[in-house]
């Protein structure tokens, strides 16, 4: 005879548990085809009388199919994909929900006439597993894109750098630096508050249209933030600010006496094997890039100026980040 669960043995009683605590869980997977959601019923239903390795087989196949799953996705307008290793820890249904996501963003039908992203790309490693893929107008995972703000914490970490190398302290004044950044309550920014948000200066500068539509140099953004007013008394509030960012940069190639994207590409990117990230366009031409939806900005994002300014973002891959 089978042997049977006795529901007084603690042990038993918390695999069991665990067992059936996943069952529900596969109930409320959305990718789980009708079959499989009636088996989760049937063993939520005779759980009390249900042989421990008959439970634990079931929960086998339901694994088997959510890896079958996952390779057998539907093929969204212009997407490529790569699928290598196995999928042991892998969180399977973040994966699928995120891949599902991005589909459905870059194909025109699902979220209105027309897409409302025109590209994406996923990349996925864990382990021996990878899975890359492109969506919508990204035929490959490895499109190059405009990071914009997420390069923030990359030319922090230059800073960072800087700092480790004793080249400069956070807790020095900008003013040491920049000595045109001066009165009104500036001689009381460090460079500590530039990187945390806290300096008291605004998010764009004021006159950031006009600089933008003349093409001026990254020279003319610098001086025009420090002749800006200060929004607080710096320390005291955090506001998001682009220009707290512009004038660390700032400061690291006055100190370095080389282009700062260069400093990032040979001391950050290169050694983390990022070769495919650049402050700016770097190798590549914008026509090789992903174009930027231009929404609500009142400017052409992807007018080469803008896009090899170095001052709104870095070009990455997917890729050259994971």
């Not at 302290?169 to 460079?191: C, H, M, N, W």
Request: net charge positive; glycine share 8%; aromatic share 6%.
């Amino acid at each position: 005879m089978t042997p049977r669960i006795s529901v007084g043995r603690h042990i038993n009683r918390k695999i069991k548990r665990d067992l059936l605590l996943r069952c529900h869980e596969e109930v409320g997977n959305c990718w789980l085809d009708p079959r499989s959601k009636r088996i989760c019923r049937i063993l939520l239903s005779v759980h009390h009388n249900l042989p421990l390795f008959s439970l634990r087989r079931k929960i086998r196949h339901l694994q088997v199919q959510r890896q079958k799953r996952i390779r057998a996705v539907p093929e969204f307008e212009g997407s490529c994909e790569v699928i290598s290793g196995t999928g042991r820890h892998v969180n399977i249904e973040s994966v699928d929900r995120d891949r599902q996501g991005r589909g459905k963003a870059t194909t025109a039908g699902w979220f209105g006439t027309e897409a409302s992203i025109l590209a994406a790309s996923l990349e996925v490693k864990q382990g021996s597993f990878v899975l890359s893929r492109g969506f919508g107008k990204a035929k490959q995972a490895d499109t190059v894109f405009l990071l914009t703000s997420i390069s923030k914490t990359m030319i922090a970490a230059g800073i960072m750098l800087l700092s480790d190398r004793g080249l400069l302290a956070l807790s020095d004044r900008v003013q040491k630096y920049l000595p045109e950044f001066t009165r009104d309550g500036r001689d009381e920014v460090f460079i500590r508050h530039l990187l945390t948000h806290i300096a008291g200066l605004p998010e764009l500068l004021p006159q950031e249209l006009q600089l933008l539509a003349s093409h001026a140099p990254l020279e003319d953004f610098v001086l025009a933030t420090c002749r800006t007013p200060l929004l607080f008394k710096p320390g005291t509030r955090v506001s998001y600010s682009n220009l707290g960012v512009l004038l660390a940069a700032e400061i690291a190639q006055r100190i370095l006496h080389r282009p700062y994207r260069d400093f990032l590409r040979k001391e950050l990117f290169e050694p983390l094997k990022m070769m495919d990230t650049y402050l700016g366009l770097g190798r590549y031409r914008i026509e090789e890039t992903a174009r930027n939806q231009q929404g609500s900005l009142k400017f052409d994002p992807n007018d080469s100026y803008y896009r090899d300014l170095g001052a709104h973002g870095e070009e990455s891959t997917q890729q050259s980040r994971t």
